[in-house]
């Protein structure tokens, strides 16, 4: 079955670094976009950044750009998330995803079939 496995969360400080992964099993990795997603307590879950299958579309919320970065290694079925110059804000729960439609770059859960089980990011001030 499909499986998507986060890691890399955990605390910084603001305008710190962290970089996130997920293991994806299960599945013809290389064959389906990817995002990343994000949902702090009492908010809706956002999208954060969307990958295309090869890699060569990359989408981003606003709130983000210039900021995150996402990538993928379609050799190791592993996704990233790096991101840079972290805001308190940035505080969530944040969730990979895979989509098989072909909306996946409007960022919306509705669009992704397979969730991960997330990864807490801290950013304090």
């Known amino acids: 079955q499909v499986q998507l496995v986060e890691s890399g969360g955990g605390s910084a400080q603001s305008g710190g670094s962290l970089r996130l992964s997920c293991a994806a099993s299960?599945?013809?990795?290389?064959?389906?976009?990817m995002g990343w997603f994000r949902q702090a307590p009492g908010k809706e879950r956002e999208g954060v950044a969307g990958i295309h299958s090869d890699g060569s579309f990359t989408y981003y919320a606003d709130s983000v750009k210039g900021r995150f970065t996402i990538s993928r290694d379609n050799a190791k079925n592993t996704l990233y998330l790096q991101m840079n110059s972290l805001k308190p804000e940035d505080t969530a729960m944040y969730y990979c995803?895979?989509?098989?439609?072909?909306?996946?770059?409007?960022?919306?859960?509705?669009?992704?079939?397979?969730w991960g089980q997330g990864t807490q990011v801290t950013v304090s001030s």
């Open positions: 995803a895979a989509s098989f439609g072909r909306k996946w770059w409007l960022l919306v859960p509705h669009e992704y079939n397979f």
């Open positions: 299960g599945y013809t990795y290389s064959s389906y976009c």
